[in-house]
Every structure is written in C-alpha cells, then in structure tokens.
C-alpha cells in the first residue's frame, strides 16, 4: 500500500545534501561566532504565528506571500516569512526587556510566492537587530558586524553600500518630489542596480517624477567613500544641512568602528525595498558573482512598537544564507578540506574486532574524528571504500598489527603507510587535524 | 489600525529567551560535535512535505498528529512530525547515496496534538541515523554516540536499556502470546517505567495475555549488567540461542565501544513505543529528574525503503532538547557563567567616544566578546548597567584614561579597578575567558 507512494518534494523545496550543508555549517558557525563577540544573544520564536501578527504591517502582497492557512483548532494561522514581525511580537509580549535588545535569530522563513531560479520558498534567514536604541553607535554596530562577518568569512571583494532615508527623502522633497510620492520614487530609485541609471530615469518619467534636478543628482549618485565632498555638491542646490550632519555622524562612527576601511561607501541614491526604513540604509554587495545585495538592514523605528502602542526604534540587518554560500563557492573560498571525512578504522575479521573497536574509542576520547568500518571485510575493499569517501587516513589493523600492538596508518594522499604504536599514531593523527 | 492587533502566541507555541537560548546552544554544540567525531554529517530536509508522504507508514492517529492543509497551488501538505520519513523519501529520490549513510538532522518537528505540560507543539529533535547497514556494530556506533553525548554534557547518572526486539517477540511468543498480538503485548510491556510491573501485569491480565510464564518473565525483567546470565535463566524455560546469539554479539560490541560501562543494561521487557522497530531497541534514563527516557530509538529495517520498494537496513535514535534541557537544570549542569556577558566597554563622553569605539574594535580583533555603551552617559549610570546585566568586565574610558593612553578595568565581581595600557588590559581580558 505504502510502497506506492511517489517520493517527491515540493515545487519550490528542497534537499539539502551533506556536501553542500557543510559549507552551511560552516558560514553559520563564522556568522554567530561574530554575533556571539558582539554581544548579541540567541532568541527563538514559533515557525508558526497567528495570522493577523504575521500580516502586521504588511499589504496585500500578504495573501501572495505567506503560507497560511486554518488549524484544527479554527484557528487562522501562518508560516514566519520574516523574523523581524515576531520579534515585534515578543517585544510587546515582555515589557520587563531590558533595552538595548541585542538578539539575532537564525532559522527557515517561508514564502509562497513563485520560486524562481536560485529562490526556494524555505530559506535561511540570519537576523541581528538592536531594539530601543535610536544612536548612531547602535546603526554603527550592525555595519561592523556586517563587516566582520565579511571578514570571518574571507570575502574581501564587498561594498557595503550606506545611505540614510532622512537624507534621501529630503532631497528628493527638495527637488521637487511630492512628499506623498517619496516613497513611490525611492522604490524606483532602488532599482538602479537593476536597470541602470539611465532605466531609472526613464521609470521615473513614466511616473511622472523626473525633472531636471533630480535628473542631475541621479547622475551624481556614484558609490563614493568621498561622502562629505558629494553631500557638499549636493548642498549647493539646496539646504539639507540637518540630514547632512546626521549622516556624517553615522558615516565617522562606522569609520572608527572598521578602520575607515574604503569598501563602505555613501551611496546617494540607495533606498532599500521595505517602506518600513525610517533612518539608515545599509546594503553589501560583492563584485564579480553576478548577485544583487547579499545583506541588507536598515533602521525602523516605528516598526517594533506595533504591538505596544509605543515607538520602539530598531536597527538591525540580515544575512540571506544562500546567498553567502554562492559568494563563497563561485569565489573559491571554502576550505579546501571542508566536509572530508578524516580517519577510517578497519575491522580485518572477527579476530581483531575487539583491537579495531578499542582503538576507534580511543580515537574519539583524544578527539580525532573517525569512522570505522561496520563490519569484518577484504582489507583491500575497505581502504576503496575510504578512498572513495575521500577519507584523509585510514588505520589498518589486521592480526600483525593487533598481536603487536600496533596500528597501520595510511596516507590516503601520498599511499604512505607507517607502522605505529597507539600512542604514536593518536599523536600523529592529531597532528593533522 | 495595525496597533489593535493583540500579541499572542498560538497555543502549544512558546518563544524561548535568550537566557533559555543560550542553554540549548549549548547543548546543541556539544551533541553537533559528538555526531561529527563519529562522522555523521549534517542533513536538510525541508519543514513542508507531501501529506501523503509524511503519512507514510503512520495509522489512524496522523489526522490528529499532522499540521496539514491545503496550499495555494491545490497540493495537500504538512508539517513534519518527525525526520525519519523524510530521510526515508531522500533515500529513495537519491539512489546513489553510498551506504552507510550516516546523518544527522536537527531542527524542529511539529505535532498537533492536545500539548500537555512541557510538551509543546513545534519541538527541537536531534536524530542521528546509519541507514544502509545491517551490522550490529552500527547499532553499537549508535549506541556509542548517545553514551558519548550524556558524557559530554557532564550527565553522570544515567542508564542506557538495551534490548532486542527478536528476543522480546521470540520469548513472548514461546511463553504463550499469538503471533498476532505480539505488537500489542509489547505496547503494553512499554508502560513498566510508568504503572510498574504489577501494572503491567493488570494490563496484560485485562487484554487477556498473561499467563503463569509471563508473569514470572516480567517479574524477573530487572535491567541488568548480568545480560548473560539472565538470559540463561530465561533459556531454561525456551529455546531462544539464535536470539540470544545475536544479543550477545551486541552487547559484546558496545561494551567494548563503551569501555564496559555498568550503566549500559540489558532491560528484558524494554519493546519501545514505535511499531517500526525490528531488532534492537535503547533508550536512556537519568535517575533522579522524574522524566521519561530522554533519548531512544533502535534498528528499522523496513522503514527507510517504503518509497523505493526495496529493504534497507538503518537503525538511530534521537535526542530531544526540551528535555536534556531539563535534566541540566535540574542537576545543575549548566556552566555557571554561561550567557553571562563578558565585558561592556563604556564612552564617556563626545571626546572620548573615539578612543572607545577603537578600543571596542581591538577588543573583537582579540576575539574577545565585548558589548560598546550605545551612548554616552554618566559612567555610574553605565557601570550600573553593566552591574544589572551581569557583565564580568566593565572597560571605562574617561578623559583622563585617554589622555594617557589607557583604560581602567573594572571586575564587576570584586569591584576592583586596574588602569592599564591597552595591550595590558587585551591581555588582562584574554586571561579571563
């Protein structure tokens, strides 16, 4: 009866091999190695909430976007798309937090909307956010971890694009945009990586937004670490001095924070998709894979207070994890060992089972990680077998060694083989870890 | 209109702070490096199947276990209640896995049934698997990685059960119960731990499966290290040297994989909850916490081939986090500075925030946590802070401290303060992680 269902999966979801979640692992490790030194601290919320939470202060993209549906209990219910509504949840939920709340959340969020190449509708979100902070420093400390992040994982061809949507705003308002369409324009601004400046300047005259002034800043909007000389330009046309001055302090604090590292740059025209920003913006992009933004943040102060009834400010960013892993294999920057298995252990026959397993144990108490072979076969098959794996050595005892209290350990790389007592082979085993 | 939306959690749903959080990746690391010192490697399944698929070999009860609905494409689909269907389907969709497939999966399963006190309805398993193997030394590995894990986390009264379906079956079945009711009577075997060995009894009188032989059987179902001689007496009554062979081969090859642990038993009357089990069974108990068996599981051999139609031998088990999370709160396991946040650098005031925030970079380069003061403020106010958030350290840096190149570090734990150069304190700082 069973045996006639059709194994399959879910359009848009996914199997993630051994192979490929070892170098997830290994991104995940680096990124909460980094959240961990920044003092920011795990929480977890529900893979399902209530609808009307997750749908907060979403529009009527949300029926398109969210897996919901009706429990048992009558209930209308649906899948996280996003941490940040949850943690807006909690937030309201516990008055007694101390703020700041620095926690990251790294899970599965899910999105209903037709998966596309290289999009699944269950992803990896790594979130950090800093809740009832409105400083500066606070946007400062989410672009340094950022940057560290970067870092850890050894990509060094990024720019973490910067803007402030205060900024932004009040010199698209200046220039003649009507405030009640700034957010229309940014949105089409956003897509300069996209289609280009000039695709945005025919967009924004579709849309009747473009005159010449904003045609000009638009063309001025090249990433640039020279903030101050390109505001400065930007001042001659009109006054923005308070926006100006808020940018600089951002801009200073993020440069002592990093060590005015010139790959974080001001980026005139950056808007960032989500109507939800109030403050900065903040984007990473790495050259030469062919990806749009592999994380992106910004501030949101009246986004956390929904649930509450009080303005909470917020900061805060997300690394998409499938993106980093096509960063880091298109640049070649996963170790090269990554995911190989280390030792084998044989068994020869039933003779030397008791010597292989007592040796495998002593293997794991020194902390060498190893495999043994589960059953007594051909010496010949079992070193095949590690050789295929890929293993790094194998050990072989067959009644020689074991009556001499000895290991045979094989070099799986070179074929050396040498004859080692216990202690001696545990030593250098260790050794090439 | 957002603001009204009440903040609430679904029923049988929790968040989990981050002092709990930080628990639980403890736990998590220390169970992660055990799978991976005996080199089982890290598998994704997605959180959403097919119903049909995640129905699998489950009976009448999956209506009421199973999230499932409708989604927007017409499809009928669920939650996953627990991995080993999953891995059963990934089995049968990749049929060039090469055996033995050692995997571990972590994450959460959902299960939506009435939640009773600490049991929720979206819960943390940790499973490992062998699957491609029908040796007992992989029942053994198994075995090894869960007596490796209770050490690892410092649990020290514990006992591993161990049995042998084929043995139970057979001596049942020799004693007097039918073929067909052998399920059944090791169903109500199970319940020893909970309604004790009369109890039992009671049961099996009511079902009308006991008899004379039985009863002295249970009565003399003890757990016990004398494996061998029970089953001696217990073959004075039957015939059951093939079983007992097999047993023995086992018990054999995990006493020497363990060290011949006294805490490792042979428990005559264990049979286990699931119905899929085939050959051996385990679970763990720690005495003294008042739980049920925190770990179990056992070999399934016609379980992971039901979607590609033929047998494959496997056998694993599993841990559940909520409750070795648990046994560590009650023995008090946890390490006492766990979560504790380790040093807040403070900034004093607009002169010195640059002297902070560059001595706040030095500090990650170091590795060394630190959390920075997101404004600057009174420094009583800030040590204050530091003082009600737990930090081990607090870092001030005043005009003075600055001006001559230092920093003051204070031990929130003795209230001494040392003013030291910048590399003393790194160093300082260094010492005390």
Known sequence: MTGRIEPRLLKG?????????????????????????????????????????????????????????????????????????????????????????????????????KPQKGRFREFTQCDFDIVGSSSPIADAEIISVMYDVLNELCISEFKILMNDRRLLFSILEKLGVMKDMLLKASRLLDKIDRVGKEGVIKLLEEHKLLNESIKKFIEMSEPTTAYRDVMEEFSKMIDITKEVEEFTE???????????????????????????????VFEVVVEG????????????????????????????????????????????????????????????????????????????????????????????????????????????????EAGADKVKVKDMRTGEEKVLDKDGAIEFLKEGL
Request: net charge positive; proline share 5%; hydrophobic share 35%.
């Open 13 to 113: 979801f996914r199997d993630i091999d051994p192979t490929a979640m070892e170098r997830r692992v290994y991104i995940l490790n680096k990124i909460e190695k980094v959240f961990r030194l920044h003092s920011f601290a795990p929480l977890f919320t529900p893979t399902l909430e209530y609808l009307d939470i997750l749908k907060g202060k979403m529009g009527e993209e949300a029926d398109k976007l969210l897996f919901s549906f009706t429990d048992i209990g009558g209930r209308e219910v649906g899948l996280r798309y996003e941490f940040t509504i949850s943690l807006a949840r909690y937030v309201a939920m516990n008055p007694n937090i101390r703020f700041p709340f620095k926690r990251y959340q790294i899970g599965s969020v899910f999105r209903a909307e």
């Open 250 to 280: 951002l801009m200073m604090t993020v440069n002592q924070m990093t060590g005015n590292d010139k790959r974080i740059v001001y980026s005139p025209a950056l808007a960032r998709g989500l109507d939800y920003y109030t403050g900065p």
């Open 289 to 400: 894979v062919g990806l749009g933004s592999i994380a992106g943040g910004g501030r949101y102060d009246n986004m956390i207070g929904i649930f509450s009834g009080r303005d909470i400010p917020a900061t805060g960013s997300s690394f998409g994890l499938d993106r980093l892993e096509e960063v880091l294999e298109k640049k070649n920057l996963f170790p090269s060992e990554l995911g190989r298995p280390y030792c084998l252990v044989t068994i020869f026959g039933d003779e030397t089972v008791k010597y292989s397993l007592d040796f495998y144990r002593q293997l794991h108490k020194e902390k060498i990680p190893a495999e043994i072979y589960l059953k007594p076969k051909n010496i010949g098959k079992q070193i095949g077998y590690a050789d295929s794996r890929g293993f790094r050595y194998t050990v072989i005892i067959g009644p020689e």
